[in-house]
């Protein structure tokens, strides 16, 4: 059985950083590009970063450019996104998803239940 478990959320303030972290477990997680995607209150899903199989590759929506920095561990089956100079538009639950191919098509088939990313002051 595939699972996706998120970690790492929590209140933080303008400007402050959090590091979430995705478990993974019941495929070979080498095997499969990852993404984290979010969704703010009352909005869509946001797709925010990718990472092919390998972690050579990583891709970013132009929102988190230069801010959040998405990396892997296959040793550890764990998926990591670290968030800097967080914003208030930052604000959402933050998924993580099982990519289907190696490197990133977009198309998910696996979801995480979430963690709560919320950037107050």
């Known amino acids: 059985e595939v699972q996706l478990v998120e970690s790492g959320g929590g209140l933080v303030q303008p400007g402050g950083s959090l590091r979430l972290s995705c478990a993974a477990s019941?495929?070979?997680?080498?095997?499969?590009?990852m993404s984290w995607v979010r969704q703010a209150p009352g909005k869509g899903l946001e797709w925010v970063s990718a990472?092919?199989?390998?972690?050579?590759?990583?891709y970013y929506a132009d929102s988190v450019k230069g801010r959040f920095t998405i990396s892997r561990d296959n040793a550890k089956n764990t998926l990591y996104l670290q968030l800097n100079s967080l914003k208030t538009e930052d604000t959402a639950m933050y998924y993580c998803a099982k990519d289907t191919d190696w490197v990133a098509s977009y198309e998910y088939n696996y979801w995480g239940q979430g963690t709560q990313v919320t950037v107050s002051s």
């Open positions: 019941g495929f070979t997680f080498s095997s499969y590009a």
């Open positions: 990472i092919n199989s390998g972690g050579g590759s990583t």
